[in-house]
Antibody, heavy 121, light 108 residues
């Protein structure tokens, strides 16, 4: 059974770069699309972007200039970098897998537990 | 980009039916997915492609999509169905996912 585990610093200073990793266990990264999603405290879900195991990416236009998602197939990891963070980037960050191999848009059937990140000096 | 509008809250008595809507122009032409999120937990996919259920999701959960509104229906509501529910659409023209605003379902 595939499991996802997000990890990274829980506190990031304003204007710095938020860096998170999602480690995939019990299965392979290959063949799937992987997304990052975030949820500010008390608010709804926001899709950040996706990456295919081959490296193809696409990002939410509202974050496009600050986001980079990358994949390391040798480590079975997906990474998120968000630059120039501010208080509005405080959220729980999730990684998730698209349901169907080699296709995106079919819904996300496997989610990590999420990791909380606070932006504060 | 566009906004998927959901009612902020829906209240329902145990054993009754809850209906949660997700509105957007021509949403009927897109595939809609639904997620359930309980406090402190990650979202769980409960409906995909408008009306299909993943394995393990009770038949009490069903979905429909037509015109400008998609609907998640929870029949014979139980206390354990109390959660936030989000619709989601894949916008193939821009290769983006979009989430709805979310609905809190309260079981009275």
């Amino acid at each position: 059974q595939v499991q996802l585990q997000e990890s990274g610093p829980g506190l990031v200073k304003p204007s710095e770069t938020l860096s998170l990793t999602c480690t995939v266990s019990g299965g392979s990264i290959s063949g799937y699309y992987w997304s990052w999603i975030r949820q500010p405290p008390g608010k709804g879900l926001e899709w950040i972007g996706f990456i295919y195991y081959s490296g193809r990416t696409n990002y939410n236009p509202s974050l496009n200039s600050r986001v980079t998602i990358s994949v390391d197939t040798s480590k079975n990891q997906i990474s998120l970098k968000l630059t120039s963070v501010n208080a509005a980037d405080t959220a729980v960050y999730y990684c998730a897998r698209d349901r169907v191999t080699a296709a995106v848009g079919a819904g996300m059937d496997v989610w990590g537990q999420g990791t909380a990140v606070t932006v504060s000096s | 980009s566009y906004v998927l509008t959901q009612p902020p809250s829906v209240s329902v008595a145990p054993g009754k039916t809850a209906r949660i809507t997700c509105g957007e122009n021509y949403i009927g032409s897109k595939s809609v997915h639904w997620y359930q999120q309980k406090p402190g937990q990650a979202p769980v996919l409960v409906i995909f492609y408008d009306s299909d259920r993943p394995s393990g999701i009770p038949e009490r959960f069903s979905g429909s999509n037509s015109g400008n509104t998609a609907t998640l229906t929870i029949s014979r509501v139980e206390a354990g169905d109390e959660a936030d529910y989000y619709c989601q659409v894949w916008d193939s023209s821009s290769d983006h996912y979009v989430f709805g605003t979310g609905t809190k379902v309260t079981v009275l």
